[in-house]
């Protein structure tokens, strides 16, 4: 079990780094632009502290619009993109604690963002990581309700059926493997779950009763 249990941890690990990389390969000129603003907002304050400094006389240059040197400045909001890469970065370096804020602060704040589902899976996973499977179950439920063409889709019902077999329950989690194999034939996640299936001694359908 505890070998059973590694594995999976390792598995989880090895997903994110996976997810990260490609995230973060697919989001890098969008990344590159944010950087490019958050250079421009930099340059603009400097410019705009520099136009608050003494003079060589010992006076200030009067303006209605530049912030004295004291006046605090506010920094720039975080981009989705960034928000999101901190926040795997955490999951894959074991700072669960951490990473759960992070997904749940981007979740409230960008809600309809196409890396939201990814944000709630992630969720579900630190639950099921640090053994709260009752509340990964829910995790998992609330990407395939809310995100119904996230293509975590899969990889939700496979691990809420994981999840309903570390809580002992052997027939709903007999029923989403199922659901696993029947609705993304083909897939890894079909792969697992047919073997979990041969594991628990049930088919891969359902008997048909006589």
Aim: hydrophobic share 35%.
């Amino acid at each position: 079990a505890n070998s059973g249990s590694r594995i999976d941890t390792l598995a989880n690990q090895v997903q994110g780094v996976s997810d990260n990389l490609q995230d973060i390969q697919a989001r890098f000129g969008k990344l590159s632009q944010q950087l490019t603003d958050m250079q421009g907002v930099l340059q603009s304050l400097d410019a705009k502290i520099s136009s608050a400094v003494p003079t060589p006389g010992g006076t200030v240059p009067p303006t209605s619009t530049s912030p004295g040197i004291n006046q605090p400045v506010a920094s720039a909001p975080i981009s989705s993109e960034l928000l999101y890469a901190n926040s795997l970065r955490d999951f894959t370096s074991g700072k669960y604690d951490l990473a759960r804020q992070e997904f749940g602060d981007y979740l409230k704040n960008f809600p309809a963002s196409d890396l939201a589902s990814n944000a709630q899976f992630y969720l579900g996973e630190i639950d099921y990581i640090q053994g709260n499977y009752q509340d990964a179950i829910g995790a998992y439920d609330k990407v395939m309700v809310n995100y119904p063409k996230s293509y975590k889709l899969a990889a939700a019902r496979l691990k809420k059926a994981d999840a309903e077999l570390e809580l002992g329950e052997k027939a709903s989690a007999t029923r989403d493997f199922r659901e696993v194999v029947r609705r993304f034939p083909g897939t890894d996640e079909a792969r697992r779950a047919q073997a979990k299936l041969k594991e628990l001694g049930a088919t891969t359908t359902k008997p048909t009763p006589r």
